[in-house]
């Protein structure tokens, strides 16, 4: 099937028009537009996050209906907001790319699962939950991926240093750290 | 079932499935990643993939470092390639930096680029061919591949993991060796190609083998966000090449070949037919080259002094070139901060560089958007019901490599 | 139709009186109908020339050994010609790659499944110490887990390097003492490592 139609019988999307598409449906609720380097980039509260990418799968007009990207950032000075979750979705008939953004707290980190809405988020969400422990409610597996089953903490937050501290052959002296 | 099937009474013989551990360490040096299947006799009943077995940390380890030294991470993630991943590194850093590099450049990436495509794709199809059985495909190709080996020592000084390339262009001006060895590889490989393909394409035995084994629907390949040859090989014709064209794809002519059931047969067929176009591009890239002349003919990398080494004899003789290599190189020069999301289109898909800095020497945060992770979730759904010899096709198939997979 | 090959187009004639390479005799006596030599020089010469190799092969310098395996920097005149994946079949442990702290148990595993005599290459920076991976999910050499006789360093390893470890195992390989595998030394060597 050709994704990459002919374009010029179809509105072309704009950045502008995507956020006043949102802002219609969603008021308030998304907020923080930016524009960095091309790529509209919002923010959504945590509950909403389904909604959002349900409204932009089944918009004809905004019909982002691929996931390209999902992982977080870890914020460690913003309280109450210190894990980012972000969301790239990509439109493939107009290549049109948004990034999406949900923040939660650091203590109560849940997040609904985009596992039903796109099946590639299965693997990301597990590793996103490997990485910074953001718990997505609903996912069919949620365990750790890429580290070790029995590992007690989450390597990716800023706290934790990337060197294995119990090796015994490399010391900071030699290694200059 | 035939008509001797024995036909035994309702629940007189209980019907339990086998468990087989397929990996993580098995034939056909793929990588490390294990699947245990469930087999009913002979047929997959279910799936479950195991990752993570060489899981690195490269994210980790990329916010330690200043953005040169990344660029050795990024070789290792999808390492039959690794070209590929350097020069979208480079541009992800170019984006973010705000740097356009000039024509002479591009092309030269083009062709750096293409080369390594071809590279990655004969490992895959020979690969397919040795798991099959077919040993002396692999044998013929690997000469080949040699000779790209040779072309990148000429640039870049190493084989496999390559480190190619600044961001802003190029450590050095291809010398002529190189372009004579671009020159052979031209003229010989093309007769190659068309000897592997007649080795496999109309082969009995490797169509039974792979047709019909691993079918996936455009649909479902869509959600489970595959992309490169094996959403090609689906029907859906996205090339990040030409949705959103990087280091001047735009001025190159080539056409993007697309299958249509998705199984393994189609992958095969696509991976071969997007070589023949790679070795068009290096044709028009070359072409391109020749006619750039004079002191055009010389430039090989931007005007930035913030980010690329001033010449050694500049910096011995000029006062500024001193203090700007004295600034790379402690990785003083900060970048600006922002968020930037690059992708180039990989040996294996989309291979996405998603960066965000906050102003300092290394990134605060680097994600790597890597094809094989995220087509590897869909395997499950690939053999099921199928039989065991097709379950490994299927894998190989898929060109999985798990340093991409893990990173 | 022309082949596209670019070596041996002008054959040679085989010349059976001066190029073909025979093994040396070990040292020893000989005289009419016998001839008197160690028994270990004569297994070590068997056994170094014939080594099944189990290509461990788990990342970037995977790919330099498919390159060292192919025609072009040919492993098979080293008398590697069959690759077993199967430990019990196999002679030399070639551990290839990075090896994460979630492969160890299975890399110890492979090991302890090897019957004796068995030796180990670690190929490339990775397997020897980490290489440039100093993360907390990497193995910081193999040697942590299992006994390594040959570390080809590189990353990856040219093939030519692959090639010159290959044959410091063989020089291992054809000196070894008979009883090197039941003494004190490598008793103790074993049991720092947890293995009886």
């Given amino acids: 099937m050709r994704v990459y139609e002919d374009s010029t019988k179809l509105m072309s999307l704009t950045n502008e028009t995507i956020k006043a598409r949102l802002v219609d449906k969603f008021g308030e609720q998304v907020s923080h537009f930016e524009d960095p380097y091309g790529m509209l980039t919002f923010e959504a509260p945590k509950d909403l996050n389904l909604k959002v990418m349900q409204f932009l799968y089944d918009d004809p007009e905004l019909h982002f209906q691929f996931l390209t990207d999902l992982c977080a950032v870890h914020y460690p000075n913003q309280r109450g907001r210190e894990l980012a979750v972000v969301y790239h979705l990509h439109n493939l008939v107009q290549n049109v790319r948004i990034r999406f953004k949900v923040f939660t707290d650091i203590d109560k980190p849940d997040v609904f699962t985009a596992t039903q809405l796109f099946s590639s988020a299965n693997w990301m969400e597990r590793e996103t939950f490997d990485f910074y422990g953001v718990n997505f409610v609903g996912h069919p597996n949620l365990k750790r991926i890429l580290n070790v089953e029995e590992m007690d903490y989450f390597p990716m937050r800023k706290e934790y240093p990337v060197e294995d501290q119990t090796r015994i052959d490399k010391d900071d002296d030699m290694f200059g750290r | 079932m035939s008509e001797h099937h024995i036909k035994l009474p309702e629940g007189s013989i209980e019907r339990s499935t086998t468990t087989l551990n ?53 070789d290792r993630l999808n390492y039959c390639s690794a070209p590929i991943n350097n020069m979208g590194w480079h541009l992800t850093c170019e984006k973010l930096l705000r740097v356009k590099t000039p024509k002479r450049v591009d092309y030269l990436r083009v062709i750096i680029m293409e080369l390594s495509r071809i590279s990655d794709h004969l490992i895959c199809n020979s690969v397919i061919g040795v798991d099959s059985g077919a040993f002396t495909g692999f044998l013929y190709v690997m000469q080949y591949r040699e000779l790209i080996y040779e072309i990148y020592e000429e640039v870049c000084g190493s084989r496999l993991t390559t480190n190619i390339g600044r961001i802003g262009g190029f450590e050095r001006n291809f010398s002529n060796a190189a372009f004579e060895k671009l020159e052979k590889f031209l003229a010989e490989y093309p007769a190659v190609l068309s000897e592997f393909e007649k080795l496999f394409n109309r082969n009995r035995i490797f169509m039974g083998r792979t047709m019909g084994t691993g079918a996936i629907s455009a649909e479902r390949a869509l959600n489970y966000g595959f992309t490169g040859p094996n959403l090609r090989a689906a029907g859906v014709d996205y090339d990040v090449r030409v949705h959103s064209p990087y280091s001047s794809y735009e001025d190159f002519d080539f056409s993007i070949p697309i299958g249509s059931t998705g199984d393994s047969y189609d992958r095969f067929m696509v991976r071969n037919q997007e070589m023949w176009q790679s070795i068009a591009i290096i044709e028009q890239a070359y072409r391109k080259i020749q006619e750039f002349k004079g002191t055009d003919a010389e430039v090989y990398h931007a005007d930035i002094p913030e980010y690329y080494l001033p010449e050694k004899k500049d910096v011995y003789t000029k006062m ?35 960066l965000i800095s906050d102003g300092g020497r290394s990134p605060y945060r680097l994600h790597f958007r890597r094809p094989c992770f995220i087509y590897y979730q869909a395997y499950s759904e690939l053999t099921k019901g199928s039989m065991l010899s097709d379950a490994v096709i299927t894998m190989s198939s898929l060109n999985l490599i798990a340093g991409e997979m893990d990173a | 139709m022309s082949r596209p090959v670019r070596f041996n187009n002008n054959p040679i004639q085989p010349d059976i009186n001066g190029h073909i390479s025979v093994v040396d005799m070990p040292d020893g006596h000989t005289g009419e109908g016998y001839f008197v030599t160690k028994l270990s020089d004569v297994v070590g010469l068997a056994r170094k020339n014939s080594i099944w190799p189990l290509p461990f092969a788990t990342s970037c310098c995977g790919i330099e050994f498919m390159a060292t395996m192919a025609s072009h920097y040919d492993f098979a005149r080293f008398g590697a010609e069959r690759l077993g994946f199967s430990p019990r079949q196999c002679d030399l442990l070639m551990v290839m790659g990075t090896i994460a702290k979630k492969m160890g148990p299975i890399v110890k595993q492979v090991y302890l499944q090897m019957a004796e005599p068995r030796w180990v290459m670690a190929v490339g920076a990775c397997a020897s110490s980490g290489g440039i991976f100093d993360s907390y999910s990497v193995l910081q050499g193999i040697d942590q887990i299992v006994p390594v006789d040959v570390y080809v360093p590189g990353c990856p390893p040219r093939p030519e390097a692959i090639l010159d470890g290959f044959i410091r195992i063989q020089d291992l390989v054809g000196h070894e003492s008979l009883r090197r595998r039941t003494g004190e030394r490598y008793k103790s060597l074993m049991g720092s490592y947890g293995i009886q």
């Fill in chain 2, 22 to 74: 397929l990996g993580p360490t098995h034939p056909a040096t793929h990588g490390v990643f294990q699947n245990i299947l469930e087999l009913d006799g002979e047929r997959v009943v279910s799936a479950e993939q195991t990752v993570g077995y060489i899981h690195r940390a490269f994210e980790k380890i990329a916010e330690r470092r200043p953005l040169y030294q990344i660029t050795p991470l990024t």
């Fill in chain 2, 320 to 354: 500024e070139a001193l203090i700007w290599h004295f600034k790379i190189i402690m990785g003083e020069t900060d970048m600006p901060p922002g968020e930037v999301y690059h992708s180039v289109e990989g040996g294996n898909g989309e291979l996405g560089f998603y």
